[in-house]
């Protein structure tokens, strides 16, 4: 059953790809962008593994996360959720996965900068500056879709 905060969601991500905007998307966030596109989620994780804790998350060298944070890893994860992507949404590719294979961010190949991650880097930035660069990118993105 889709409430009305998932089909605001819902629609609020279709009208940012509609208009190209940057979009960064956090945590269920990033479930909601993979929805709107047609994917669906696993539930319930086994084991829970992803709730409350910090983990490393390996990253593509050659996707827009790897150029915001300027590394193909990221130590300090912080991750609060029991839901994970199933089947990827069209037009979205995996970019970044925990050490279980668990895909923990996604990119939308057919606009110009749209960033999903599982986790939640603004519990981090102090730990982990390249969580701080991940904020500043989406930042700097976002001032020159304005012009």
Same mark, same amino acid.
Do not use: K
């Given at each position: ?17 509609? +208009? ?62 029991? %839901? ?47 969580? %701080? ?13 304005? +012009?």
């Amino acid at each position: 059953m889709v409430g009305l905060h998932d089909e605001f969601d819902l629609a609020l991500v279709h009208a940012a790809l509609d +208009r190209d905007l940057p979009v960064l998307a956090i945590c269920r966030g990033m479930q909601i962008l993979n929805v709107a596109m047609g994917g669906t989620l696993v539930q319930d994780l086994d084991g829970g593994g992803h709730w409350m804790c910090e983990h490393p998350v390996g990253i593509d060298p050659s996707s827009h996360l790897a150029e915001a944070t300027a590394t193909d890893e990221l130590r300090h994860c912080y991750s609060v959720h029991h %839901q994970g992507l199933d089947r990827l949404g069209s037009d979205l590719r995996p970019v970044a996965h925990d050490p279980g294979g668990l895909i923990e961010a996604v990119e939308h190949t057919g606009a110009s900068w749209v960033v999903g991650v599982q986790w939640h880097p603004e519990d981090t930035t102090s730990t982990e500056p390249a969580q %701080q660069a991940l904020f500043d990118e989406f930042v700097r993105r976002a001032q020159l879709h304005d +012009r």
